[in-house]
């Protein structure tokens, strides 16, 4: 287990994810910063179900609502989704009459907080990065093109963030066989496959 405590470990988090999103940061240095960032966040997962599987009452299944507005509020969503999912909660699109979408967001409370601190700051970047990056030429359909290159985004970081909790899972083999129980829970199937295709073409249908 991790010597920080897990109070202190989420406030270095949010320094880095701070420092990621500073105007003048360069797309490496954010890169950089991101990383360390979901290193850290991973381990502070990691340190909260070990102290979970002692003290349940320190951790608490929880659910959360998030309205998310326009522009691209299906995109925002698939960002949301996509790193609930990482850091092993699940989401729920809610019915909605107005603009935007709204998500339930189901997990243990350190696990929700985690997904939320990390989606606000990587919302920040998104939008930072496609102001920041000019549109080709020849483009004849820019929405589509910006749209194109959000997914592409939130796709990268999805897959980075689940890389740093899988990679952390397996450094937390030996406490209490949580790592080699979370790496097998990891390949279980639960139908999460048949679920991200048809939530896929949800969310990334229309906006």
Not at 54 to 71: F, H, K, M, Y
Not at 95 to 117: A, K, N
């Amino acid at each position: 287990m991790n010597t920080e405590a897990p109070d202190a470990l989420l406030a270095r988090v949010r320094k880095l994810l701070a420092k990621a999103e500073a105007t003048g940061v360069t797309t490496q240095e954010a890169q950089a910063l991101t990383a360390k960032a979901a290193e850290l966040m991973a381990k502070y997962g990691i340190d909260r179900a070990l102290l979970a599987a002692e003290r349940p009452e320190t951790d608490r299944p929880a659910d959360r609502v998030i309205d998310i507005g326009n522009p691209w509020a299906r995109v925002q969503a698939h960002l949301l989704c996509g790193l609930a999912s990482a850091l092993r909660c699940q989401c729920i699109i809610l019915p909605q009459s107005g603009p935007g979408t709204r998500i339930h967001m189901f997990g243990y409370t350190s696990d929700i907080e985690r997904s939320d601190v990390l989606y606000t700051s990587l919302l920040v970047q998104m939008w930072q990065g496609l102001a920041a990056t000019p549109l080709p030429d020849r483009v004849q359909n820019a929405r589509a093109w910006r749209r194109s290159w959000l997914l592409g985004f939130v796709t990268a970081v999805v897959a980075r963030v689940r890389a740093a909790e899988e990679s952390a899972a397996r450094q937390a083999a030996g406490p209490a066989g949580y790592g080699t129980g979370y790496s097998q829970g990891q390949r279980a199937d639960i139908g999460a496959s048949r679920l991200r295709t048809r939530a896929g073409r949800s969310l990334t249908a229309g906006r």
